[in-house]
């Protein structure tokens, strides 16, 4: 996976524009010391001009090409106007302005988002099918036809929607669905692409081919949303397309009144808007490498404009307010037994399973330093429990209903304790020994301790709706919101999520939707702002996110947006000091008091306070 580090990018990014760039500042620098071009006599400055016209004909055609004004077209008017009038000094410095300015918002603008397609990439590309005669062929997943027979064993992933014909199996389909334990699928029971087997196999009847898949709708949906999402529009275009004609049209009032090529050129390189246009991208930049130091890699830094606004922030609940996997919340002993012995007895007998729930137990027991036993015996039923056989003695661990029907006595105090107020949605499980109950120990998908920073961060920042949208089920969602104070929603699909977001964007907010999976991909695609939550580099709702957060801290989210809001106050800042010296500077040059040379000086100290001014958002 290509790698989301911003020193990457830099080093990538000099590797391309370095050479080009140290060129251009040396000709320019030789420009004004007046060296000319061995033999052909030319001054260099030409050749300084030479070096930036490919970037500025190939912007300002694609301007053309739309019927707008970039920066870019701007930059290129002036610049031509300079070598005409044998300004050749000014004709070069504004082609380094345009190198420094392009590099710069390469380094801003993350170019390596991975293609929408890496939605797919939790589908297989082959697929065990079951032929009539009962042997089982490995076949590429395009292959797979309505009716076709295929099983799915222990780590697989599904390779299409299909129905349970036998077996049982535990499949994790948090990233489609948000249902944060893994869900037992029997005779009968839908199967979807994508998910994974987490314990045992099943023999499935393919219902739809792979391209008609769940998950590929989904993909299709995305695509669809971000083809019909807005392009970012470039604050420098925006400067540009409202301040240009201004300098053009009053270069081309001097030229009428004083028949003074010269002046009218110096209108024209002062009011080139070079310096507002390299010093916007590069505040961008100092953002951006300041946020990725904590773990915040934001793809393109004009998205840093409409981070600033946001007004709504919609939160998925599994692996994004949430860790995405159960841990172990409390321990409970029944009369006649030791809180330790319960512990110690089921993570001996969780040892040889995969389930989540098993990882957890054994993870809280290590914490804990307690002792596991060596097992003697073992035997999973799938989706309910375990027996096993410790010190030659029979435990058994797993749901309550499950216990009961293996005639475990589960009398009306150990119910009690299994319906503990407020654990409506943790997940339970019981552990025996010899029929007797011994004690249960409560799980459930612990909240960030991140999340109520973040949710009070953006409220103090002035955002107006904080809400939590989930495929979980209504009351998981409502006893997370609840602590958070926010708005909750569950039994939501993905098109819902599309809905709500829709109809926050149609009541005028401005909406960050901040999710990790692909059931969140497309609500992420018809936002303004998409963040996702992706730990260890994982692309799964990065790939059509803006802002990807790799340490999963949800404080970054309010500091993102803080950050925003004083990178544009710096951009004003630059604004009106260009606004100020460039007013005087053209009104100067009108009168010919500012010749193109003087021009150039003036770019050149506004220049340096724009990039003293926006370096500093780095700190």
């Not at 302005?97 to 170019?111: D, G, I, P």
């Not at 390596?112 to 297989?124: F, N, V, Y």
């Not at 050129?265 to 916007?280: D, E, K, M, Q």
């Not at 054994?362 to 097992?375: E, F, K």
Request: glycine share 8%.
């Amino acid at each position: 996976m290509e790698s989301l580090d911003f020193s990457v990018r830099l080093r990538h990014v000099l590797r391309l524009q370095g050479p080009l760039l140290i060129i251009a500042a040396i000709v320019t620098l030789l420009s004004y010391e007046g060296a000319k071009v061995p033999t052909l006599g030319a001054d260099v400055g030409l050749l300084g001009f030479a070096l930036g016209l490919p970037i500025l004909l190939r912007q300002t055609w694609l301007a053309i090409k739309e019927k707008q004004v970039n920066a870019e077209s701007t930059m290129l008017v002036s610049a031509v106007g300079a070598v005409l009038l044998g300004q050749f000094p000014a004709a070069s410095l504004i082609s380094l302005m345009v190198v420094v300015m392009y590099t710069v918002e390469l380094l801003a603008s993350w170019r390596g988002a991975k293609d929408l397609t890496d939605l797919m990439s939790r589908a297989p590309t082959k697929a065990n099918r079951l032929s009539a005669s009962g042997k089982i062929d490995e076949v590429p997943v395009e292959e797979l036809l309505p009716g076709d027979r295929i099983v799915v064993r222990q780590g697989d992933v599904v390779p299409a929607d299909a129905t349970v014909l036998g077996g049982s199996a535990s499949l994790e389909e948090s990233t489609l669905t948000g249902e944060p334990l893994p869900v037992v699928k029997s005779e009968g029971a839908t199967i979807l692409a994508g998910t994974r087997v987490i314990e045992g196999y099943v023999d499935a009847r393919v219902e739809k081919a792979a391209g008609e898949s769940y998950i590929q709708s989904l993909v299709r949906e995305v695509v669809d949303n971000v083809n019909r999402r807005p392009p970012l529009k470039r604050l420098v275009d925006v400067i540009a397309m409202y301040f240009m004609p201004l300098v053009v049209a009053l270069a081309l009032l001097t030229y009428l009144v004083t028949r003074d090529a010269i002046a009218a050129l110096a209108v024209l390189v002062v009011g080139s808007p070079c310096a507002i246009l390299t010093a916007t991208p590069i505040a961008f930049l100092a953002t951006s490498a300041k946020v990725a130091r904590q773990g915040i890699l934001v793809k393109d830094g004009e998205i840093l404009r409409k981070l600033g606004k946001v007004s709504a922030v919609v939160f998925d609940k599994t692996g994004t307010l949430t860790f995405g996997e159960p841990e172990v919340e409390s321990v409970q002993a029944f009369e006649g037994c030791a809180e330790m012995e319960v512990l110690s007895a089921a993570a001996s007998c969780e040892a040889p399973s995969p389930h989540p729930i098993a990882k957890a137990v054994i993870r809280y027991t290590m914490s804990q330093n307690v002792a596991l036993s060596p097992l003697d015996d073992f035997r999973s039923e799938v989706g309910k429990g375990i027996v096993a056989h410790l010190g030659g003695k029979e435990y058994e661990l797993g749901q309550p209903g499950w216990l009961a029907e293996q005639g475990v006595d589960v009398p009306s105090e150990v119910s009690e304790h299994i319906r503990v107020p407020g654990h409506d949605t943790c997940f339970t499980i019981l552990l025996a020994q010899g029929r007797r109950p011994m004690g249960v120990l409560h799980l459930r998908d612990q909240m960030r301790e991140s999340a109520g920073s973040a949710v009070s961060g953006l409220r103090s920042l002035g955002v107006k709706r904080i809400l939590l949208l989930t495929g979980d089920k209504i009351e998981a969602a409502d006893a997370l919101a609840s602590k958070l104070g926010i708005e909750a929603h569950g039994l939501l699909d993905p098109s819902m999520k599309v809905e709500v977001v829709r109809k926050l964007k149609s009541d005028g907010y401005t909406v960050a939707f901040v999710g990790d999976g692909v059931n969140d991909a497309p609500a992420m695609a018809v936002s303004d702002v998409s963040i996702a939550v992706a730990l260890e580099g994982s692309t799964t709702a990065s790939g059509v996110s803006q802002v990807v957060l790799t340490r999963g801290d949800l404080d970054a989210i309010p500091e993102l947006v803080k950050r925003s809001r004083q990178t544009m106050a710096a951009l004003y800042e630059n604004v009106a000091v260009f606004a100020i010296v460039n007013a005087l500077g053209m009104g100067l040059a009108s009168l010919a008091i500012v010749t193109p040379a003087v021009g150039a000086v003036l770019h050149f100290l506004q220049e340096s306070f724009g990039f003293v001014n926006s370096s500093r958002l780095a700190r």
